[in-house]
T-cell receptor, first 116, second 113 residues
């Protein structure tokens, strides 16, 4: 059974710092890994998706890496801004034994606060 | 245009009632999902559904049932609501073959009194 762990659970840093959020998963047989952002009381916004055959993806100030063999991913945020404050969720899509996939398995998230 | 929409946004009801949450996606995706986010903000998959198969997470009580009138809709029916069903329910969709981005709806906040 796939399990996803995110470290740290919470992080508070001053504006302008570069930071790294960590994600690990127990079963390396994944289709993809996705990073989401969730603002309080809101839905999920997809930030980056890394296919199992890829090593990293970049979007603006965000860079996500994937090391499938070791079951790890990192989300790097450059030059953090107060608007980056949110909960960041890591999720993996794992094949289902019956074929196909049964949905994303999520970590519990990293609650990020960027201080102005 | 909203890609994945859910109604209602908020739902307050009494224990024992039966309720439904509607989900619609206009992305043309073949696969839709329901997730539950509990009071500790932990998201867990409940159902995965396309026109070929329904995959049910084994921890989901059979009081919960998805109904799909067509490819663009996956509604969630809940019978005999219990206090522990209070949570935020998210609908999502993606395009097979399971390697694509999932798009989430805004969530339905269910409170059972």
């Amino acid at each position: 059974k796939q399990e996803v762990t995110q470290i740290p659970a919470a992080l508070s840093v001053p504006e302008g710092e570069n930071l790294v959020l960590n994600c690990s998963f127990t079963d390396s047989a994944i289709y993809n890994l996705q990073w989401f952002r969730q603002d309080p009381g809101k839905g999920l916004t997809s930030l980056l998706l890394i296919q199992s055959s890829q090593r990293e993806q970049t979007s603006g100030r965000l860079n996500a890496s994937l090391d499938k063999s070791s079951g790890r991913s990192t989300l790097y945020i450059a030059a953090s801004q107060p608007g980056d404050s949110a909960t960041y969720l890591c999720a993996v899509m794992t094949p289902w034994e019956g074929g196909g996939a049964d949905g994303l398995t999520f970590g519990k998230g990293t609650h990020l606060i960027i201080q102005p | 245009d909203t890609a994945v929409s859910q109604t209602p946004k908020y739902l307050v009801t009494q224990m024992g009632n039966d309720k439904s949450i509607k989900c619609e996606q206009n992305l043309g995706h073949d696969t839709m999902y329901w997730y539950k986010q509990d009071s500790k903000k932990f998201l867990k998959i409940m159902f995965s559904y396309n026109n070929k198969e329904l995959i049910i997470n084994e921890t989901v009580p059979n009081r919960f049932s998805p109904k799909s009138p067509d490819k663009a809709h996956l509604n969630l029916h809940i019978n005999s609501l219990e206090l522990g069903d209070s949570a935020v329910y998210f609908c999502a969709s993606s395009q097979p073959p399971y390697g694509e981005t999932q798009y989430f709806g805004p969530g339905t906040r269910l409170l059972v009194l």
